[in-house]
């Protein structure tokens, strides 16, 4: 089956940038898509199609992928930014819809 | 705006039959395709599979034998049922709205969940 893989955790201070990855054999071929959630609530979409961005997601939020590695990117981290990440795609037939294990990013 | 409402049981017996329904508002459910994805506790998120507004579905190879999805488009609700369930099914289950966009190549498309519920806790014990 097919697997997106991300690092457990993630640190930064408040205005350090924070980067996180995913990797994942048909990212080549396949769109990353990145959810933010935090504690009690339901995901939200912060990237799509690698890097655009929905209304509403402040510019520091940004996407990028190359290979097999998608990464988030968030340029002067915030702490109500403390959240977990998770990253999603689909396998190269599009019948495998997967979600990465998840980052939990800390900003103190 | 589409909004999505989870509802449903929040405890069910080992070995019975989940059933939870989705109610779509401020939009048609017509015309799009639309997920379940499941959280358990303290863990990530996994998605269940879709339904389009037409009937037709697309699961998880984890799941398939024991989920069913559903569409009622005159009350623009779509469902999901499972069974039998056990502790390991304990979770938040999320409905989703799919947007769909074309790739490239023809005849391939992305998917992703574009809007989400609130999700609803499922609780399975005796």
């Known amino acids: 089956s097919y697997e997106l893989t991300q690092p457990p955790s993630v640190s930064v201070s408040p205005g350090q940038t924070a980067r996180i990855t995913c990797s994942g054999d048909?990212?080549?071929?396949?769109?990353a898509y990145w959810y933010q959630q935090k504690s009690g609530q339901a995901p939200v979409l912060v990237i799509y199609e690698d890097r655009k961005r929905p209304s509403g997601i402040p510019e520091r939020f940004s996407g990028s992928s190359s290979g097999t590695v998608a990464t988030l990117t968030i340029s002067g981290a915030q702490v109500e930014d403390e959240a977990d990440y998770y990253c999603y795609s689909t396998d190269t037939s599009a019948n495998h819809w997967v979600f990465g294990g998840g980052t939990k990013l800390t900003v103190l | 705006q589409v909004q999505l409402q989870e509802s449903g049981p929040g405890l069910v017996k080992p070995s019975e039959t989940l059933s939870l329904t989705c109610t779509v508002s401020g939009g048609s459910i017509s015309g799009s395709y639309w997920s379940w994805i499941r959280q358990p506790p303290g863990k990530g998120l996994e998605w269940i599979g879709y339904i389009y507004y037409s009937g037709s579905t697309n699961y998880n190879p984890s799941l398939e034998s024991r989920v069913t999805m559903s569409v009622d488009t005159s009350k623009d609700q779509f469902s999901l049922r499972m069974s039998p369930v056990t502790a390991a099914d304990t979770a938040v289950y999320y409905c989703a709205r799919v947007e769909r966009t074309t790739s490239t190549a023809p005849g391939h498309y992305y998917y992703y969940m574009d809007v989400w519920g609130k999700g609803t806790t499922v609780t399975v014990s005796s």
């Open positions: 048909a990212l080549p071929k396949k769109f």
